[in-house]
């Protein structure tokens, strides 16, 4: 019967305990790549490195041959290759906002948490896993909170149906005296003869998208308000 090292299981119980801890994150948020996802990825990360490892020291050398390996050759080529998960959750939306890549740079760490069990370094990847955790879960609050004026922010995408084209200038007026911070301005005349704005703007990010949307739909002109959160 073959031998059974039971570090080898250790390094991959472990493992599948920081993927579990990382995907359970992203799948609370209802991300693309949840609990199963980060979850393999670790496990298998791990499982190439110590087979990377292993292998290095597997073969003897003798009088005739030499062989040399690099024990980490193939954790080196995980680290590589995980870039084709992470480009397939980032996503272009059609107001030219990207979404996903905090989503794939939490592959990338899933990864990376593998690699570092696999190779032993335990305390590490239990340190990196709790500053994934709270660099994505605790410190946007905190900025939200003491950070500058900019990180207090959020982004709403406006677009107002407007008649006649003299109460768009008043409409982006308004705007500003309310103290919203314009981003962005298009401008598109449609077929039935309206027009339509869409004002990308930054408002306090402890106001609600209900709030924005009362004060914009009850300005003079606006016939239709449609308004989506960038954040």
Wanted: glycine fraction near 8%; charged fraction near 25%; charge should be neutral.
């Amino acid at each position: 019967m073959e031998y059974i090292d039971i570090d080898i299981l250790i390094k991959l119980g472990v493992s599948a305990v920081f993927g579990l801890i990382i995907g359970l994150e992203r799948e609370l948020k209802r991300k693309p790549v949840g609990l199963k996802t980060s979850l393999v990825i670790s496990v298998v990360s791990c499982l190439l490195t110590i087979v990377s490892i292993e292998s290095a020291y597997m073969f003897p050398n003798t009088d005739d041959v030499r062989i040399t390996m690099d024990p980490l050759r193939l954790a080196a080529q995980i680290v590589s290759g995980i870039g084709f998960l992470g480009a397939g959750v980032i996503l272009r939306r059609g107001n030219d906002s990207i979404s996903g890549l905090t989503t794939a740079a939490m592959i990338w760490g899933a990864a990376g948490i593998g690699i570092a069990v696999g190779a032993g370094f335990y305390i590490e990847a239990f340190i990196g896993v709790a500053l994934l955790i709270i660099s994505v879960e605790f410190m946007p609050f905190l900025m939200k909170l003491i950070g500058p004026k900019q990180l207090r922010e959020k982004e709403i995408m406006l677009q107002l149906f407007i008649k006649d084209k003299i109460q768009i200038d008043k409409a982006i007026s308004l705007l500003v005296e309310k103290k919203y911070i314009m981003r962005r301005v298009r401008i598109k005349d449609l077929d039935n003869g309206d027009h339509l704005v869409q004002i990308l703007v930054a408002v306090d990010y402890r106001e609600k998208i209900t709030e924005v949307y009362e004060f914009v739909s009850n300005l003079d002109g606006v016939n239709k308000v449609e308004i989506e959160s960038m954040s």
